[in-house]
Each structure stands twice: as C-alpha cells, then as structure tokens.
Nanobody
Framework: QVQLVESGGGSVQTGGSLRLSCAASEYTYNTNFMAWFRQAPGKEREGVAAVQRGGGSTYYADSVKGRFTISRDNAKNTVHLQMNSLKPEDTAMYYC??????????????????WGQGTQVTVSS
C-alpha cells in the first residue's frame, strides 16, 4: 500500500532548526525517488529536496542548498529533511512525495505519484 506520513513541523524563530520525517510504507519507500516539496499560501508547490533510491544522489533547490539536508533511514523506511538556518521565507506546508518515474527533473511536482498530507513549518522573524 501507499503510505506517506509527515511529522516534525512546528514554529521556530529565524535561524532555528527543524527535522521533518516522512514515514513510508515499504512499497512507497522502495520507489525510485522520494522528495520534499513545500507550498506557501498563494504560491505554487515547489521542490525542496529529493533523494534517489539507495541514497546515491540528492537534489536541492537553490534556495535551500547548504541549509537543508535530505537523508534516508532504511531501517525505518523513513526520509528526513534536516532544516537549519531557517528563514521566514521557508514558511510553508511541507509535503513528502514519492515516484517510480525516472525521467524529468527530480524536483518537479508533476513527476511524483504519491503524496503525504503535509506538515506545517512556520518561521518567525
């Protein structure tokens, strides 16, 4: 079955850190790519970070490079997003996603078949 459950969101001040987790079913965890997206009110959903099955390749949006790290925990079928040096512009609903599709951009929402319900991240100045 397809299952993606996000957790770890919350409210922090500028410069703070949060660690998001995405617990996946075995089927979903074994897809070719897993990723984090975010969507702020009135804005389009944007890719934040993605990781290939096996963890060999990772991809990041320019806006989060050097601050966010995506990782896989194979023992727990979980993908994490460590977010450091948070900024108010990082405020959004964060979604975990997975896909079997290998063609196209790793951070394109159109590529992803499966989505979680989201977890809210709010960064105050």
């Amino acid at each position: 079955q397809v299952q993606l459950v996000e957790s770890g969101g919350g409210s922090v001040q500028t410069g703070g850190s949060l660690r998001l987790s995405c617990a996946a079913s075995e089927y979903t965890y074994n897809t070719n790519f897993m990723a984090w997206f975010r969507q702020a009110p009135g804005k389009e959903r944007e890719g934040v970070a993605a990781v290939q099955r096996g963890g060999g390749s990772t991809y990041y949006a320019d806006s989060v490079k050097g601050r966010f790290t995506i990782s896989r925990d194979n023992a727990k079928n979980t993908v994490h997003l460590q977010m450091n040096s948070l900024k108010p512009e990082d405020t959004a609903m964060y979604y975990c996603a997975a896909t079997w599709v290998v063609a196209g951009l790793a951070l394109s929402p159109d590529r992803y078949n499966y989505w979680g319900q989201g977890t809210q991240v709010t960064v105050s100045s």
